[in-house]
């Protein structure tokens, strides 16, 4: 509990830096709800995409602290004499309480876009309201996946450095489109080498049942949480 308290002192500034910056991203989306709705717009309909950027602000806020400063954050305890257990299991929860947070702020924008669109716009409809769509496991989902994303990257600054870091964290963000436009491709029919990694792609989805898939992503989880701890455990710390 004590380093709790401490580490939380020390980190205290993380999560008002995230709530300011989903402020900036808010007030963007709804200048730019309001610019579309004013020269381009013929519809009496409005998207809140204020609300809809200060939650991506959340999530995006939540792997920039893992993937800049989760090595520093872990360096800085270290040094400071905390042991390396009390730091693996308290800085996650940090991280979960600092998401939170900033989901319970998004929410609170977006109704705030929501009644500010009904004031400047009386009798439109809300198409977008990413709130109002998703389901109430979508908001733990998001937490805990920020918070573990959080903690795999400080592994990986603290193992392979920031260069290390890059060479898997770019692949990582490009592999998503690959995949998507790939399997897009075949089922276009197309003959193109994107095409036929897409068939292979679909091929390899099919042999598995979406349950079988789900235990295997668990287990997957598990094998990196493990080895992430064992990174944190084993990285040289130097005072």
């Given amino acids: 509990m004590n380093f709790f308290i401490r580490h939380l002192k020390v980190n205290r500034d ?11 991203l808010f007030l963007l989306g709804v200048v730019m709800v309001l610019i579309i709705n004013t020269f381009l717009n013929d519809e009496q309909d409005c998207a809140a995409i204020g609300g809809m950027m200060a939650l991506m602000g959340t999530i995006f806020g939540g792997l920039v602290r893992g993937g800049i400063t989760g090595g520093s954050r872990y360096r800085m305890a270290v040094s400071m004499g905390w042991p390396r257990l009390a730091y693996i299991l308290v800085d996650p929860l940090l991280t ?15 109704q705030l876009e929501v ?32 918070a573990l994303l959080d903690f795999l990257f400080g592994a990986l600054l603290l193992r392979f450095g920031a260069k290390g870091f890059a060479a898997v964290w770019f ?27 897409g068939r292979g792609i679909v091929f390899v989805i099919g042999l598995l049942s979406p349950a079988m898939w789900a235990a295997v992503g668990v287990a ?9 701890v064992q990174c944190y455990r084993r990285a040289e710390v130097r005072v």
Avoid at 14 to 24: D, E, N, P, S
Avoid at 96 to 110: D, Q, S, W
């Fill in 14 to 24: 993380g999560v008002l830096i995230m709530m300011a910056f989903q402020a900036g």
């Fill in 96 to 110: 979960v309480m600092n998401c939170v947070v900033g989901v319970a702020f998004a929410a609170v924008l977006n």
């Fill in 115 to 146: 009644w500010l669109y009904g004031v400047i716009y009386p009798g439109w409809e809300v198409e977008l309201n990413v709130f109002a769509v998703m389901p109430w496991w979508a908001y733990p989902a998001i937490v805990l996946g920020i």
């Fill in 171 to 197: 692949p990582l963000c490009f592999l998503p489109l690959v995949i998507g436009n790939s399997v897009d491709a075949a089922r276009e029919g197309g003959a193109s080498l994107l095409a036929q990694l």
């Fill in 220 to 228: 997957l989880v598990l094998v990196l949480l493990v080895l992430s």
